[in-house]
């Protein structure tokens, strides 16, 4: 039987960033995925931008988010030796109706973050509008890439196991917990994204997962300098390959593209650019999103050794690395508490898990 201190259920985003965590803190970990179960991590756009658009302001707590984020993927840049964000300026479309806003934009807190307000500007391949506004601290995190080069570290060191959690085959003691008769572990960190719904002591009306489609397009004569915004973000691939999305769904939630969604993300492109373009992929994933829009972490209120990070959506480059390392602090010493915006407990009191 294979013992560890904590078994992380779950390598996507979350998942992974708290391997990289546990890993820099020295506490002994084992992650487990099950290679059936889709994350939305593999169809994300993996986007970071420090502002919101439908009415101009702060994306929350920039201040504090945007120093760790950079600094997280920069360390993990520096260790592996391989390149996974990417800043890029976004080219936000301004219309007559949100200019004195934008105007206006230079005088408040979103001023550090406008790099430009350019009236009557232009980029190849995408319509006139009144104004062009340039934002910097932009880009987004190439997660594929990362997922893929923490699961070899991962495998190489002996901490990653293929296989599906089986919650009927858990036993839960007081300090220690046998999972499918294969592993004993003194805590589990459930990091399962949308799957979290079919967990025994994390559900939750809290949790409202929705689903999300993006298209992969080839556009040769779109202009590749800028990730473009209006209803939907254009983001580019090189090559003249571009991702577009993003569609919000709850019904169905489940992961197969649909032609709903196809038309939707059609009609908002054709509304934002003039040039000829090819569909060569339409992808679907289901977030794990929150009631408020913050991500959940911390232990179950009544089985102590039983943790969830979660809920990360839309954000997830951005908040991923400030909740991981805040719920690695409060694993290395009690008296550290969980940020009340994220700990889990903000909600009411977690149903009665079912007992296996």
Not at 105 to 112: D, I, L, R, Y
Not at 148 to 154: A, D, N, R
Not at 250 to 259: G, I
């Amino acid at each position: 039987m294979k013992k560890t201190e904590i078994l992380i259920v779950g390598h996507g985003l979350a998942g992974s960033l708290m391997a990289w965590e546990l890993q820099q803190a020295g506490i002994d970990f084992m992650v487990m995925n099950a290679p059936q179960i889709p994350r939305s991590s593999d169809v994300a756009g993996g986007l970071f931008n420090p502002l919101m658009f439908r009415k101009l302001r702060l994306a929350q707590m920039v201040e504090d988010l945007w120093p760790v984020m950079q600094a997280t993927y920069t360390a993990i840049e520096k260790h592996y030796g391989i390149k996974l964000m990417h800043h890029i300026l976004s080219a936000k479309m301004v219309y007559d109706k949100e200019l004195v806003e934008w105007e206006q934009g230079h005088e408040k807190k979103t001023a550090p973050y406008i790099h430009a307000l350019i009236k009557g500007a232009s980029v190849k391949g995408l319509k006139n509008v009144t104004a062009l506004g340039f934002i910097s601290s932009s880009g987004y995190l190439d997660i594929v890439k990362w997922l893929e080069i923490s699961k070899k570290g991962l495998v190489e060191k002996g901490q990653f196991i293929e296989g599906e959690l089986v919650y009927a085959k858990m036993k839960n003691f007081k300090d220690k917990i046998f999972i499918n008769n294969t592993i004993e572990a003194s805590k589990i960190i459930f990091c399962e994204g949308a799957a979290v719904i079919k967990n025994p002591w994390f559900q939750a009306d809290w949790l409202t997962p929705n689903k999300g489609e993006l298209l992969e397009i080839q556009a040769p004569d779109l202009d590749e300098k800028y990730i473009l915004r209006d209803e939907v973000f254009i983001l580019p691939l090189g090559h003249h390959r571009f991702k577009v999305g993003a569609t919000y769904s709850h019904d169905p939630v489940d992961t197969l593209p649909s032609e709903d969604g196809r038309k939707e993300l059609k009609a908002k492109l054709d509304k934002m650019i003039s040039v000829s373009y090819k569909i060569t992929q339409h992808y679907a994933g289901v977030r794990p999103a929150i009631k408020d829009r913050m991500p959940v972490l911390g232990p179950h209120v009544n089985r102590e050794n039983l943790f969830i990070f979660n809920g990360l959506g839309s954000r997830g480059v951005v908040l991923a690395p400030y909740c991981a390392k805040a719920l690695v602090k409060s694993l290395l010493s009690n008296n550290e508490p969980i940020p009340a915006f994220v700990n889990v407990r903000r909600f009411a009191q977690l149903p009665h898990p079912i007992v296996y």
